[in-house]
């Protein structure tokens, strides 16, 4: 899965995400538990706006995302703020740091990205075996919900100034996975030019996620409705969770 048409596009097709916001919700959530944020994993960064948004903030920070295009993108960011922020190109599941952690976010539904449980619980597993006992580890996914009911087998279309996109999702017979299908047609001089992508997403039930967590050797302390510090409810499209790691780093894990 490497994004490559994506990655041109993600910018332009995620100017609804307020990053600032979302990079104050993080760090309101670090404050929340009274925590140091430390040294700090910003895990599948995408193009690079949230972390830079949260070094602003004043966060010891680097970004790691196994999209070589994605990462491609932070440098003019980075050049454009006069920041020098690490970012290293690897997957999640099979992440290998040069030291410990504090604090790990992953956000935007990259879980979800991981359409096997097997992935998710080995990327719980390697964030577990970098960070140190008592690190959060922070990350939002998209819930059943939202793949049944608002992905579905819908179709949506987005016309920004840069880019036209039509998003077809189409539902597994799992009811949970969702096969997403981007055309993009980008007008240069008097013609358009179609590019396209696919990728998967699939959702986990709470109960999935608490149990891998807990088996990477981290505990559940809050779930949080999108950007608050609600309580989900059943209609709820994107959940955060806020774990804690109770073991010390190096833990091996055997399945």
């Not at 999935?208 to 989900?232: H, W, Y």
Request: with cysteine.
């Amino acid at each position: 899965m490497s994004y490559n048409y994506f990655a041109d596009y993600y910018d332009s097709l995620t100017k609804n995400v307020d990053y600032p916001k979302w990079a104050e919700y993080y760090c309101k959530i670090i404050e929340r538990y009274g925590v140091k944020s430390g040294i700090t994993l910003d895990l599948a960064c995408g193009t690079g706006s949230l972390t830079i948004e949260l070094a602003k903030r004043g966060l010891d920070i680097y970004g790691i995302d196994a999209s070589p295009e994605m990462l491609k993108k932070k440098k003019k960011k980075m050049f454009d703020e006069g920041m020098s922020i690490l970012f290293l190109m690897q997957k999640m599941q099979t992440l290998n740091l040069y030291g410990t952690i504090n604090t790990c976010i992953c956000a935007l539904d990259s879980i979800n990205h991981l359409h096997k449980a097997k992935d998710v619980q080995a990327a719980f597993d390697k964030v577990s075996f970098f960070m140190e006992k008592d690190g959060l580890f922070i990350f939002d996914v998209n819930t059943v919900y939202k793949h049944t009911n608002i992905l579905a087998n819908n179709t949506f279309v987005y016309d920004t100034e840069d880019i036209y996109c039509v998003w077809q999702n189409f539902l597994a017979n799992d009811g949970v996975t969702v096969e997403i299908v981007l055309d993009f047609f980008e007008k240069i001089d008097q013609s358009y030019y179609r590019s396209s992508e696919s990728f998967k997403e699939r959702a986990y039930s709470d109960d999935e996620i608490t149990q891998m967590l807990e088996k990477s050797g981290f505990t559940v302390l809050d779930r949080f409705a999108e950007l608050t510090f609600d309580a989900p409810i059943d209609k709820t499209e994107r959940v955060f969770y806020v774990a804690k790691h109770i073991i010390d780093p190096g833990t091996f894990f055997e399945r």
